[in-house]
């Protein structure tokens, strides 16, 4: 049985700013970039729905080696053919990449999707790669919609960090 392939974010990350991907970022790898102390194992994006935005992260996908993710682990990931309309036609995909686990959601729990997270998104670096990050507010926004047991136990936190960047204490 293979292994699962090491997580490597910056690597995902990389290879989207190369396609020219327009996304924002979302989940516990943003709320781990807003400084939460949160422990993630896989990079959650939400792109921007264009035909030409779609293509270019199918390229990004064949470039990272991504496969649909089964309940069985990396092993048994399945290969997949993708193109822009056929990554359309899934609201959500969870991939496995040569670089860990990708979660693509188009309209993440509680929120309209790219346009939405866009408006507040922040841009930073993370080793040299520019990202387009989801304010931490969307990330809660997203994580008190969903409901999850793990964005239950997460929310306390981030709200408090959220209160602490307003300026407020907690």
Do not use: C
């Not at 935005?53 to 990272?64: F, G, I, P």
């Not at 036609?89 to 693509?104: M, P, Q, S, V």
């Not at 993370?126 to 409901?147: C, F, N, T």
């Amino acid at each position: 049985m293979a292994e699962a392939s090491p997580f490597r974010p910056e690597r995902i990350l990389a290879a989207l700013e190369r396609h020219g991907v327009e996304y924002v970022l979302i989940g516990g790898l943003a709320a781990t970039l807003h400084g939460a102390a949160h422990l993630t194992t896989d990079v959650d994006i939400t792109p921007k729905e264009d035909p030409d935005n779609l293509a270019r992260l199918s390229d990004a996908l064949r470039e990272l080696g991504a496969r649909v993710r089964s309940g069985q682990g990396a092993a048994e990931a399945l290969p997949f053919a993708h193109d822009a309309a056929s990554l359309a036609k899934a609201r959500i995909w969870n991939l496995t990449t040569e670089a860990g686990e990708l979660d693509i959601t188009f309209v993440p729990s509680g929120t309209q999707g790219y346009e939405d997270l866009r408006r507040d998104a922040v841009t930073i670096r993370v080793r040299g790669v520019q990202v387009p990050l989801a304010s931490l507010a969307d990330v809660i926004r997203s994580k008190e919609a969903a409901d999850r047991p793990r964005d239950r136990a997460a929310l306390p936190g981030l709200r408090t960090l959220l209160e602490h960047q307003r300026g407020g204490s907690a």
